[in-house]
């Protein structure tokens, strides 16, 4: 019979500690002392490609045949004319998407496969319209989201702007697209993916409705 008592006061013993250090452990993770966890890693903000389009001057060098370097407007419909092998697309692709293309078209006619596309002046522009300070056309010389249009544009008419409701007005495939942006969300320092613009894209900050 002591035995057995003995043996119970020990288990009821033993129980208390491990309920003791259970709660210790709790306490650790959620008191004053607890372990901060490492921050999760932002997620890195991929920056679109430049994108040739009409009115954009560029300079096509050709390393191993210097004769045949051409620098040129692409004309308004998207084409370009060189020696050799006549009209070219260029609009709607990068300067590295033109330079494989060409690549390929001159295969057969030079021996170093080495083109080189550079812009030589952008026509990219975008416009600003509403409740903005200074709206009107921007024509910057990045990758420009739609924040930092309005930024460029001098920033929002506070007294007026809806900051929640910006639209970006895109023509795109023979359609007119419209964008929905908070961006509210920014300046309260609330996480918000980048909106990139594309050339002549429209950002048009609509003015807050009141009640009378």
């Known amino acids: 019979m002591l035995k057995r008592l003995v043996s119970q006061s020990r288990g009821r013993a033993v129980g208390a500690v491990l309920v003791a250090l259970a709660?210790?452990?709790?306490?650790?993770?959620?008191?004053?002392?607890?372990?901060?966890?490492p921050p999760k890693p932002e997620t890195e903000v991929k920056i679109p490609a430049q994108t040739l389009g009409p009115g954009d001057v560029i300079k096509i060098s050709f390393p191993g045949a210097p004769n045949l370097e051409s620098t040129q407007p692409i004309r308004r419909d998207g084409r370009i004319n060189l020696v050799m092998v006549g009209e070219v697309v260029a609009a709607e692709k990068t300067p590295s998407q033109l330079e494989t293309e060409l690549v390929q078209l001159f295969s057969t006619q030079l021996v170093s496969k080495e083109i080189k596309v550079t812009v030589v002046s952008s026509s990219f522009a975008v416009f600003v319209i509403g409740a903005v300070l200074k709206p009107g056309k921007i024509s910057p010389d990045r990758a420009i989201t739609a924040f930092d249009a309005v930024m460029e544009a001098g920033g929002f008419d506070t007294a007026k702007a809806d900051m929640k409701a910006v639209r970006v007005i895109r023509s795109e495939g023979g359609k007119t697209l419209n964008f929905t942006l908070n961006l509210k969300a920014i300046l309260d320092g609330k996480p918000a993916e980048p909106f990139f613009l594309k050339a002549h894209d429209t950002v048009y900050v609509p003015e807050k409705f009141v009640w009378f």
């Open 23 to 37: 709660v210790f452990a709790s306490g650790c993770q959620s008191g004053p002392f607890a372990r901060k966890q």
